[in-house]
DNA sequence: ATAGATAATTTTCTATAGAAAATTAGCCCG
DNA sequence: CGGGCTAATTTTCTATAGAAAATTATCTAT
């Protein structure tokens, strides 16, 4: 088959499969495919103007991060949002995580992590916290980046590997709930708690802050409604 | 296509991707497909008996076990086995999540999930530990037995979750590795410890037992060699 | 009407053919 | 003998057709 133009999201992939991989991520994490919703393949490969086989193997590569469920001989549908019980039980993991993750990381951080990590905390106090997802996806998406490159310098790949396994899921969460969002400066300003301890070279103050963060994140997602 | 005999494989299952699936991790795991090996998937799906079609969807699954690796346009392979201290990176993975959860499931803990891991530990108390994988096979299936029983009882979905994505990892480095298996009278020791825990409905004790065992396990893996 | 069965349609799943890339082999020339 | 180019082969990757299962629609009998 001959493309008339290439779909704009085959940008430098040499695979189809990938490209509709991170398109289909994109979707999900996005909440344009809505939770429940049917993923039939013949559709949304028309939808990506590519055949049903690199679909069906990038279905079956996101079935592995949770955001997609299949049931055989019925293919594929979006896995539904998590509960807020979910999403607390998902910060009981982190907080077993990730305090670790800032101790470990603080212990072997050099300068260039410290600006990183700073770089993260500004892009944060400064990005726009708009009432809809489109407006805070910076937000987010720095919010993220912070938890993610501590996970990234632990000089453990399995803690980086657990960690980002579930980027996604995470993100996809916060897509459909208004309300942790709305938490921006505290949670800003429990990420500057964190970069001091780093800034000073503290590796337990690191953790200690880490710990507080997610206790912090953890109450607000168990008190609400 | 109308096979002439059903593969064994498809014992009771519906789809072919689920079935390949099956039967490429075994291989994985008990070590008949070797480190570093190329899996083309016309060989394979020749092997099985299958197209290439489920031979490259049951790969894409295992690329996310991180027993498989995938090159653009160059195919899978099978991943390295692990080295030993990234063996002793993932204990230390282990370290931060199974105290935790032996913790929580003994707090939880009911009759029959004692009994379960009574289970456990009997089995491998006899059973035979050989000087081959085929030997020690149910020895090592109730040690891990043990642990995902535990994991799987914290009340808390994602802790398993995690816990199982690892499980295949760890089984393949021990079907390659010698020495962990030959400390099995200690690590039975160990087991029985946690066990008595439960028993005892302690759940501090149960997490500090689980502790020891890990931490004995560490001392195990980095001592060698 | 409505329940149950049957037919029609849709959708998943598998096999296969062919295009694109990578690998290997062969060759020429230094 | 060896480096680099081209041809041949192999292999991955994608599209597509068709079989099997599931879903929906239609029809009949009560």
């Not at 896995?79 to 212990?107: H, I, S, Y």
Request: glycine share 6%.
């Amino acid at each position: 088959m001959q493309l008339p133009d290439p779909p704009p999201f085959l940008n430098g992939r040499q695979v189809l499969t990938d490209g509709v991989h991170e398109a289909l991520l994109a979707m999900l994490v996005d909440g344009s495919l809505k939770p429940g919703q049917p993923l039939r393949t013949e559709a949304l490969a028309q939808h990506l103007q590519v055949s049903a086989t690199p679909v069906r193997e990038a279905l079956a590569r996101l079935e592995a991060t949770g955001m997609v469920r299949r049931l055989a001989r019925r293919g594929y549908r979006v896995a539904d949002v998590p509960t807020r019980e979910e999403m607390a039980q998902f910060v009981e993991l982190r907080l077993l995580l990730e305090p670790a993750n800032a101790e470990k990381a603080c212990a072997r951080a050099d300068q260039a992590l410290v600006e990183s990590l700073a770089q993260t905390v500004e892009t944060q106090r400064t990005a726009p916290t708009g009432p809809n997802y489109a407006n805070f996806k910076d937000f987010l998406q720095a919010d993220w980046a912070f938890h993610s490159l501590i996970a990234a310098n632990t000089g453990n790949p399995f803690l980086e590997q657990v960690f980002n396994s579930f980027n996604g899921y995470m993100q996809r969460y916060r897509a459909f709930d208004q309300h942790v969002i709305s938490d921006a400066r505290e949670s800003c300003a429990e990420h500057s708690a964190v970069l001091d301890a780093f800034r000073s070279g503290a590796p337990e103050e690191a953790g200690a802050a880490m710990r507080g963060h997610l206790e912090n994140l953890l109450a607000r997602v168990r008190s609400t409604e």
